[in-house]
Each structure stands twice: as structure tokens, then as C-alpha cells.
């Protein structure tokens, strides 16, 4: 007869992206995690204590195999091919697609429900919820909101995708592709120089998806001379880990880096 047992969550995971694993060491589960991507900076101690396996887009299938997931967690149709590789090694594999705070906060919710934490995993995303209305306040009271461009990939030009585009908003910016923030596909977000200079934005933010920032080449674009921000040489680097990485990073750091600058800058325009 089958030794059958009600399951308690998976208890090997390995997080192809940073958010999951930050997530489950808030969550008290860090010992759930066997293996971890290239990228994760948090929390710092993640990268001492668990194997890299992982890069973005490709990782190591064979080492993988070796920590003997029960569950294999994954982050958008970018990684379709390589969750695709990990499928046919018949590894369950789970992708997650949140594009929007409120996909974060769900996201956050659904990874606490598999490992027995949701109660926990609700009072996190309570906490973050308070911290953006927290900030919205604060953003409500500055003098003016500067016109902000974000981009997110230089060639071709690539506008900030939804979550930071709405954190734009809570820190008391006007992201000036608004519109085009909520394509799920990077294509949708293309933008030209033309549509910088017409928007005329007050300040750039800008993170690279994982290479440097070059403001020498940002400001010498050509056609975007007379935009503000350029003229008054308003160019910040937000840090990738804290921005791009849809998890609780982007709800804490992320929006407190994006907040700081913006209120430095509306001070500098009055």
C-alpha cells in the first residue's frame, strides 16, 4: 500500500530570479531554498549560503538536476526557453508574470500559501501596502511633479514596465510613457528619441537591466540636446537589484532611491 502523506509545500526550491528568494527568507522559509540565480544580491547572506544555478535567459541544467528541486520558480515569458529546457528534464516548474504592483503583492501572497505562510505573506504585503500610501502622502504635498522619462534599455530605447511606472507616481513623478508602461512585452515599450524630446521630461532615471549606466552617452544622444533634464543635467542610475526585480526590493529600496530623487529635484526646479 502507497505511504501517502498530506504535502507541507515544496521543500527543495531553487528561485531562477532574486524576488522569490528574498521573498521566502522574509517569510522565514530560506531553508526551502536549494539554489539560486546569478543576480541575487538579496538578501546579502543568499549568496553564501545557496549554490548559483542560475543565470537569466540559461543556468545549469545538470546542477539543477543534481539539488533534486521539488519546485523550480521562475519570472516571465523572457525565460520561456529555459523553463522550457528544465520542463523537458521533467523538473516542475512554476513561472510567475507580475507586471503590476498588485501582481507583486499576489505574487508575494501565492508564494507564502506554498510554503504555509500565507497569513504571514498577507501581513508582509499589509506592510508594503502601508509603506506606498505612506509615500503617496508625502508625495501629494510636494510644490510640483517633475516629468520623469525612465529607461530601461538604451538600443533600442525601452520606457520603465508598470511597477515602475506606478512607483514613478506613489514617489510624486509623472512618468511621461504612462501609457505605454502597461505593455507586458518589452516591443510595446519602445520609444524613439523623438518621443523623449516631444515629452520633454525634468528628470531621467535610468537602469540598464544589468549593465552600467553610461550618462556621457545618455547626454550625447543626439536629438535629445534641448530636453530639461538634459540641459539641466538631471540623470540618476537607480540600481537594478532594486527596481527591476518585481518582489519586495522595488517596494522598499526601489521606491525610497526613486522618492529621494524626486524630492531632490523638485527643489532644485523651485
Known amino acids: 500500500m502507497a505511504n501517502h502523506h498530506i504535502p507541507e509545500g515544496p521543500r527543495r526550491i531553487v528561485c531562477l530570479t532574486e524576488e522569490p528568494t528574498e521573498t521566502f527568507y522574509l517569510l522565514g522559509e530560506q531553508d526551502r531554498v536549494v539554489g539560486i540565480s546569478a543576480y541575487t544580491v538579496r538578501p546579502p547572506e543568499a549568496r553564501q549560503d545557496k549554490p548559483i544555478v542560475s543565470a537569466f535567459v540559461h543556468g545549469h541544467l545538470e546542477k539543477i538536476k543534481a539539488l533534486k528541486p521539488d519546485l523550480v520558480i521562475g519570472f516571465s515569458d523572457v525565460q520561456a526557453e529555459w523553463a522550457r529546457e528544465l520542463i523537458h528534464a521533467n523538473l516542475p516548474v512554476l513561472i510567475l508574470n507580475q507586471r503590476t504592483l498588485q501582481e507583486i503583492f499576489d505574487v508575494i501572497v501565492q508564494l507564502g500559501s506554498l510554503v504555509g505562510q500565507q497569513k504571514k505573506a498577507q501581513s508582509l504585503v499589509g506592510s508594503y501596502i ?138 532644485e526646479m523651485t
Open 130 to 267: 502601508e509603506g506606498l500610501e505612506a509615500q503617496r502622502a508625502r508625495s501629494e504635498k510636494l510644490s510640483l511633479h517633475p516629468r520623469v522619462y525612465f529607461e530601461e534599455w538604451d538600443e533600442p530605447m525601452i520606457s520603465g514596465i508598470s511597477w515602475v511606472s506606478e512607483l514613478i507616481e506613489v514617489a510624486g513623478g509623472q512618468d511621461i510613457f504612462l501609457n505605454q508602461a502597461h505593455g507586458r512585452a518589452a516591443r510595446e515599450r519602445y520609444v524613439s528619441v523623438e518621443d523623449v524630446s516631444k515629452a520633454d521630461p525634468n528628470l531621467i532615471l535610468a537602469s540598464w537591466c544589468g549593465k552600467k549606466l553610461d550618462p556621457k552617452a545618455l547626454r550625447e544622444r543626439s536629438g535629445l540636446e534641448n530636453v530639461n533634464a538634459i540641459v539641466e543635467n538631471r540623470i540618476h542610475e537607480v540600481p537594478a537589484e532594486i527596481i527591476l526585480q518585481p518582489g519586495p526590493a522595488c517596494l522598499t529600496d526601489g521606491l525610497d532611491y526613486i522618492a529621494r530623487i524626486i524630492k531632490d529635484t523638485v527643489a
